[in-house]
């Protein structure tokens, strides 16, 4: 049995996004389902709308940064009631009894995480569908509470780039009196700001861009480097024991690696392509630096980033669109033409 649904899909990698009518099973013993009332845009929703990184699957719903009401669940599900305000992130299935899935870290699960979208039900063998669209089926491992206390619309995006940057600053333990910095100031960026203060640190901003400081300074930053000005790079030389990586495409690592300390890590959490240009390995031997990489964080981490951004009142800087403009909104991200994270009002479907 399955459930008709209203959303909007990618057809191919070259049409628009565009009103589209799917199926979703209908619900399990431990399913919970929820009328999603807001979900993010992601820029990885339009590498895979675009099939930017390979192995598509096509119709396309993209979007896993939901927030959504329980509008019903099944006879198994003790955690969540109807009426709850819940959030779904990147992923809706793991194994589940791999080491990874063992330790909280569903997303290295050894088997493969199923994906909010873009990905294959590992029970039924159905197609997943994102967040945009009208309601989604999702199993209550995978599902998180969100309080109420947060401005719903502007919480979606915790679900992706909150816990995106909120994973690696807890595995590296950030907090009063570490010294670190975030590359780059866009959706994740500035999430990272934000927890990066929130959590007690001294935070600078890298940035290519004159004139961010005031803004940077506005979400947290306690100081801003340009980093194309060597006598500033210079200034801050062996400095931080961490920095987060935000930047997308491929960039030069090297002149962030000589304002590490000893012992200092830089975590990539945007770029998912080759490092190029290479990495001069003298700069990671003789300072016994470290480059790492993290994806999000388990269903447990998120529920406690949540709960940390409810307690502090942490959320993203969004633009709310209507489902009609998601096709100029993706252009928009590619120019990086938002602060910082487009927000779909899905009560908007309908009038679409």
Known sequence: MTMSIRGYAAQSPTTPLAAHQFERRDPRANDVVIDI????????????????????????????????????????????????????????????????????????CVEGATWTYNGVDRHDKMPTFGGYSERIVVSDKFVVSISDKLDLKAAAPL???????????????????????????????????KFAKAMGADVTLFTRSPGKEAEARRLGADHVVLSTDEKQMAAVSRQFEFILDTVPNPHDLNPYLTTLAVNGVICLVGQLQPLDPPVNAAQVLLGRRSISGSAIGGIAETQEMLDFCAEHNIVSDIEVIDIKNINAAYERVITSDVRYRFVIDMASLKAA
């Open 37 to 108: 009332l807001y979900c993010g845009v992601c820029h990885s929703d339009i590498h895979q709308a675009r099939d930017e990184w390979g192995g598509s699957l096509y119709p396309m719903v993209p979007g896993h940064e939901i927030v959504g009401r329980v509008s019903s669940v099944g006879p198994e599900v003790t955690k969540f009631k109807v009426g709850d305000t819940v959030g779904v992130g990147c992923m809706v299935d793991s194994c589940q009894h791999c080491s990874s899935c063992n330790a909280g870290l569903e997303p290295y």
């Open 159 to 193: 679900l992706c780039a909150g816990i995106t940057t909120w994973s690696p600053l807890r595995h590296w333990n950030i907090g009063k009196g570490s010294k670190i910095a975030v590359i780059g100031l866009g959706g994740l960026g500035h999430m990272g700001l």
